[in-house]
């Protein structure tokens, strides 16, 4: 019954800036704390993640300040090994669980999804404001367990360490990241139906924004990944409530047969974490390059390849932890297989710049330190890989230096970038250019300062999840904590300058990058509470911009 | 206090025999990725600079299919890894297969410390001293939580799970003195649970081995023997008992056939299984009735037990291939 | 909406009595004195028939969209993948 | 539409068919998320099932195997009963949705009483690992230990699903009396009864895994 539609051609510039102060937006359709607690709008339901893993990823953040602290000297001066335990726990956990899977996904995926594939809100509207609350309810879970002493299990809860000797309240985080789970679960499922069945007319799958088929393989990944971790948790905290369990290794249980479970999950939940930001990424390059993406079908098509290998890596992560020697190649060889569809999506980006029109905003600086940051990351998961090298640098800070690329080079970078991008749409407001631009700067080379040294002291064979090391490595360690100091004032600029502009910033034009896409041609910034005036019919491709100017060969 | 550039370590020692032929993958892999990279950045940079907004470079092209690309750039790197993933595998057997005539050492980890015992009895406490040029084994158990023995001047390292019998093979190629670390984590002194290895010429190592620092006294064989009886073992195994157990004189190394059909080596694992948790494998036409020893028996005294049954295996002991070194001094 | 396909009614009750026939099958299998490899072949084949009951009718997989197959054979394409490597694992252990 | 239907369609819809598509596409999501939740113990169970089968066995030998068999009977007919409910429903006919609804109701509770009856039972054999498990019962005490307690946690996870089930029933149940469902529109009946068939595929499955294990 779509007869009510209409046929709206996207135009590259938009409709003119002015914006009457009273003009009704989801910002302002209900006020009051009520309006927001009950709100069935996906915008909102956006808006209410961004708060929430903000509060996360600063607390994340805290306890990695206060373990770079202690690693200034090798003596470890600051805290105890029992407290420095609990602290990687507590930046492990809530990095993972509750900024890093839920950032693009239900912050910007949230905003943007129905948006962009012309509809008016997810498929299940409760379903997603339930989401949020369980969310929320696994934080306060996991909030409580820190709050009341800690965990010092670090964020893989191997066994039997967490079931029979932690110190300190495993049930209560684990049943922390078990609701989480729920929310994870709900949201994906929410996508996955919403993509399938809320397409506009003429929104066929091929003309869908990358970001959108991103979004799509990530879901798939959740929805079938998130029930063995959740089991596998659950497992681990009954057996510690009872005393006895199926990891237990005095009746003859496998302390393997968690890892593999926990890595089931663990690894495909690496892209979960990185597939959104590559969705993110895709956006961005084309829109400030102002060029149709290169290869789109073979961009798409990697994130499912991506999706789908990832489930079948997990085994490199055992390569040393006594898991057959032949499984051990299985995995091996099948790991360096998943990183051909992230070098196709690199190589692509790359040839998108090329005879593009480049501009240098924010969200492209982003985009562009993810390129560079991920290469590296990627890369030297190759090492990872590579039975023989991993034999060495497993569980050193290597590994360590090799996922924060991904996940914080790549992952933070995108996320960020995307907040900046869709951050007229969200707020109404323009951020200040210039600082954001210096802050993308400073949060580049500070990361790099951080990580980079802790790729030698991997080499050197420092082991992660120590609180007192050699005294000859010190030097990297204080190279590390400056970067990181470098690091944390990046992250606090965007949040002072962006919360300033929520308020005080300048007014948005409904498309102030010029980019293609209905969120952009089709809303108003900020877009109304049923996102469009009415529903659009597709009639253009996606990435419809000037460039390349083609000539048949 | 501030070192000298020549002070701070850039790359750890070689000393094991495996950690020249894992450096030489390692620095292929470093010389593909800053290849790899340093030209995407070049490229990327060169696109950046000629392609900025108000650059008027011409920005007409080709119209082409880009599948001929797509499939190049996926099949270059495709082969390239293939490559690398032979060669890490091949190192990786080579390094985890303990050569014929390795020394066994046997090693337990605890929380927060590595217990680690010689065949003829000298024991230390975190450290492990071993003859360069002559291949060991580590047989490595947990009596707690999983750890992780790591020697990054090898390059090698394993986890230690309780339950089950890992081992670390190595020939140590330089004298001197290396760290050891536990790498995986294991609780509040993780960090802690670090000594250190001394490779020693073979002559100054059968040196430390037999000095007697009240330790020493006895082989891992002998003590085993004790046990067997302290715990009432030869009650039923020994000779001539009433009791209807299977007998254990010659069954290391062997096959043992199990009730429902199987068969199975009698290997120090099957062995300690067989000790600590009796009913899990049982010989055929044997009724299950042995107890369990878990938590009454040691891991340590487990291996030594192991160690008298493998010693009835070879009469008369210790066997001539094994580099036993209370037999005789060379 | 009305005129999509979908089981008749007797259909349902004859696979009811298929099931229950398939239940008393595994039920008086148990008892027989097959080898522990014929027992599980006989249980497990006959629990697959009855999954594949009523996954097709019960469920109406069988009038359904390709669509809903393949999500519904998604979670055991999945299932299978955590089955195949981890016993890729332990069937390979010395 | 030609009736107008208690509940209207969502405004994020446009059609009742896309709804509908909607909702099937979701519960099926959610089953496949299912699948896995089971499929984590279903692994742990298959790899222990491997390593100590003579145990798995002696310890299934423990289980009352006659209150599995009818337990597995009562689930088969309220799937049954559910299947009629939605074929009910499809014909327009309330009335008769809601007597399906009654009696897969009492077939789902009669399952769970009598499951709670074998606990009992299994409790008064000693056989909860953890509260009263005795290893002299026993051969082969540790993989009976094993098995036990992943029996209980697999039953138990069965078991809390058919509780959902039941809850979930009771509020279609109190929805077709306030005239919610008709033949145009009764995509929750549909959904539930996907689910309800799920719980009981679990149980056809774990039937022969936990009862049946022969040496």
Excluded at chain 1, 166 to 175: C, D, E, L, T
Excluded at chain 1, 323 to 332: L, V
Aim: glycine share 8%; with cysteine; hydrophobic share 45%.
């Amino acid at each position: 019954m779509s007869s009510a539609s209409t046929t709206i051609e996207p135009s590259p510039t938009g409709p003119p800036p002015e914006r009457h102060p009273v003009t009704p937006d989801y910002l302002n359709d209900g006020y009051g704390l009520r309006s927001w607690l009950t709100t069935h709008d996906h915008k909102r339901i956006g808006v209410l993640y961004l708060l929430s893993i903000t509060v996360f990823f600063f607390i994340g953040g805290w306890a990695a300040t206060m373990m770079r602290l202690q690693l200034l000297s090798p003596h470890g001066d600051l805290v105890t090994s029992e407290t420095y335990n609990r602290l990687f726990t507590l930046h492990g956990v809530t990095m993972v669980w509750f900024f890093l899977i839920p950032s693009v996904p239900t912050v910007l995926g949230n905003f943007v999804l129905p948006m962009m594939i012309g509809a008016r809100d997810v498929a299940f509207p409760r379903l997603n404001l339930l989401s949020w609350y369980i969310f929320v309810l696994g934080g306060i879970f996991t909030l409580y367990a820190t709050i009341s002493g800690g965990v010092d299990t670090g964020w893989t809860f191997y066994t039997p360490y967490s079931t029979t000797y932690a110190n300190g309240h495993v049930i209560a985080m684990a049943s922390g990241i078990f609701i989480t789970g729920f929310s994870t679960i709900f949201t994906a499922l929410n996508f996955i139906v919403t993509t399938h069945t809320m397409r506009a007319p003429g929104m066929h799958w091929f003309r869908l924004p990358l970001f959108v088929w991103s979004l799509y393989a990530t879901s798939l990944i959740m929805v079938l990944a998130t029930p063995v971790i959740a089991i596998t948790l659950a497992l681990i905290a009954l057996e510690r409530f009872a005393g006895v369990g199926i990891f237990d290794p005095r009746i003859g249980g496998d302390p393997l047969l968690f890892q593999h479970l926990f890595w089931f999950y663990s690894h495909p939940a690496v892209y979960i974490m990185i597939l959104p930001g590559m969705g993110v990424v895709s956006e961005m390059i084309t829109c400030f390059s102002r060029k149709r993406i290169f290869g789109y079908k073979f961009v798409a098509y990697s994130s499912l390849a991506i999706a789908v290998l990832g489930f079948i890596v997990w085994g490199h992560h055992m390569f040393v932890a006594s898991q057959s020697i032949y499984a051990g190649m299985i995995f091996s060889m099948l790991s360096f297989l998943v990183s051909i569809p992230s070098a196709i999506k690199v190589f692509n980006w790359t040839a998108t710049l090329y005879k593009g029109r480049i501009h240098f905003h924010t969200p492209m600086l982003y985009a562009l330190g993810f390129i560079g940051l991920f290469t590296i990351g990627g890369l030297t998961g190759l090492f990872l890989a590579t039975l023989a090298v991993d034999m060495h640098v497993h569980d050193t800070y290597f590994v360590i230096a090799h996922f924060h690329y991904i996940m914080v080079g790549g992952m933070v970078m995108a996320y960020l970038g995307g907040l900046h991008f869709w951050w007229p749409k969200i707020s109404g407001r323009m951020y200040n250019e210039k600082l954001a631009q210096f802050s993308a700067a400073i949060i580049f080379v500070g990361f790099n300062l951080t990580f980079f040294p802790q790729f030698i002291l991997g080499y050197l064979g420092m082991p992660r999840r120590y609180p007192y090391y050699p005294p000859q490595w010190q030097v990297f360690h204080i190279l590390s904590t400056a970067g990181a100091s470098v690091l944390a004032v990046g992250y606090l600029l965007p949040l002072c300058y962006l919360t300033w502009s929520f308020f005080f910033g300048r007014h948005a034009p409904p498309n102030p990058w010029h980019a293609s896409g209905l969120e952009w041609n089709e809303t108003s910034s900020p877009p109304i509470r049923t996102n469009f005036e009415k529903l659009p019919i597709v009639t253009r491709e996606a990435y419809d911009y000037p460039y390349p100017i083609q000539k048949d060969a | 206090m501030i070192p000298g550039l020549a002070d701070i370590p850039f790359f750890p020692e070689e000393a094991g025999n495996s950690a020249p032929q894992v450096d030489a993958i390692y620095w292929a892999l470093v010389g593909i990725s800053t290849l790899m990279t340093v030209g995407l950045f070049v490229v990327i940079t060169c696109f950046l600079i000629r392609y900025r907004h108000t650059s008027e470079a011409n920005r007409t092209m080709l119209r082409l299919s880009p599948t001929y690309l797509e499939v190049t750039w996926s099949t270059i790197p495709m082969i390239i890894f293939t490559g690398l993933f032979v060669w890490g595998a091949v190192v990786f057997v080579k390094a985890n297969r303990p050569a014929r005539n390795a020394t066994p050492i046997y090693v337990v980890g605890q929380q927060w410390y590595w217990d680690v015992r010689h065949q003829n009895g000298r024991h230390e406490i975190g450290d492990l001293h071993v003859p360069v040029g002559q291949p060991v084994q580590l047989i490595m158990t947990s009596a707690d939580v999983i750890h992780d023995y790591y020697i990054p001047a090898f390059r090698q390292k394993y986890d230690v799970v309780p339950g089950k019998y890992t081992s670390l093979s190595f020939t140590a190629t330089k004298p001197g003195k290396y760290r050891i670390l536990c790498s995986q984590y294991c609780g509040t002194d993780h960090s802690l649970m670090t000594g250190y290895l001394f490779a020693m010429r073979p002559d100054a190592y059968q040196r430390w081995l037999q000095a007697k620092d009240g330790t020493g006294t006895e082989s891992m064989a002998e003590t085993g023997a004790q046990l067997f009886r302290t715990f009432s073992c030869s009650g039923c195994h020994g000779e001539n008992t009433g009791v209807h157990a299977p007998s254990l004189a010659g069954i290391y190394g062997n096959s043992v056939p199990l009730q429902g059909g199987q068969f199975v080596t009698a290997d120090d694992q099957y062995l300690r299984d067989s000790i600590l948790r009796a009913s899990a494998q049982v010989v055929a036409g044997y009724k299950p009735i042995m107890p369990s020893y878990q938590g009454q028996i040691s891991e340590e005294q487990a291996m030594q037990i192991i160690a008298y049954i493998k010693s009835l295996s070879q009469p008369p002991a210790p066997a001539a291939s094994l580099p036993v070194p209370n037999s005789s001094t060379p | 909406m009305g005129a999509q396909k979908r089981p008749e009614r007797s259909t349902l009750y004859w696979i009811y009595a298929s099931l229950v026939l398939l239940l008393i099958l595994t039920a008086i299998g148990a008892k027989l004195p097959l080898g522990a490899g014929a027992h599980d072949v006989f249980a497990f084949g006959i629990s697959i028939a009855k999954t594949i009951l009523i996954v097709s009718i019960f469920m109406e997989v069988r009038y359904d969209k390709g669509i809903v197959r393949a999500f519904a054979g998604a979670g055991l394409v999945w299932l299978a993948l955590l089955f195949l490597l981890t016993f890729s694992d332990y069937l390979t252990r010395p | 539409m030609p009736r107008e239907s208690a509940s209207h369609i969502p405004e994020q819809f446009e059609s009742r068919a896309q709804q509908e598509e909607a909702d099937a596409l979701g519960i099926w999501t959610f089953l496949s998320t299912e699948i896995l939740f089971f499929g984590g113990l279903i692994l742990s169970y298959s790899v222990y099932r491997v390593s100590y089968h003579a145990g798995f066995a002696e310890a299934s030998q423990h289980l009352y195997f006659w209150i599995g068999t009818i337990n597995t009977f009562i689930l088969l007919t309220s799937s049954l009963c559910m299947a009629l409910a939605v074929h009910s429903i499809h014909d327009g006919d309330v009335a008769k949705l809601r007597r399906y609804l009654v009696l897969t109701f009492i077939f789902g509770a009669a399952f769970l009483g009598l499951k709670l009856c074998e606990y009992y039972l299994d409790y008064r054999e000693h056989l909860v690992p953890s509260v009263n498990f005795d290893p002299s019962h026993f051969l082969h005490p540790h993989a009976a230990e094993l098995f036990l307690f992943l029996y209980f946690a697999m039953t138990g996870l069965h078991a809390i699903h058919m509780t959902l089930g039941l809850s979930a029933l009771t509020y279609l149940y109190f929805r077709a009396r306030r005239g919610d469902f008709s033949q145009e529109y009764h995509s929750p009946v549909k959904v539930v009864g996907l689910y309800w068939h799920f719980v009981d595929i679990v149980w056809v499955f774990l039937y022969p895994m936990l009862y049946l294990i022969n040496n």
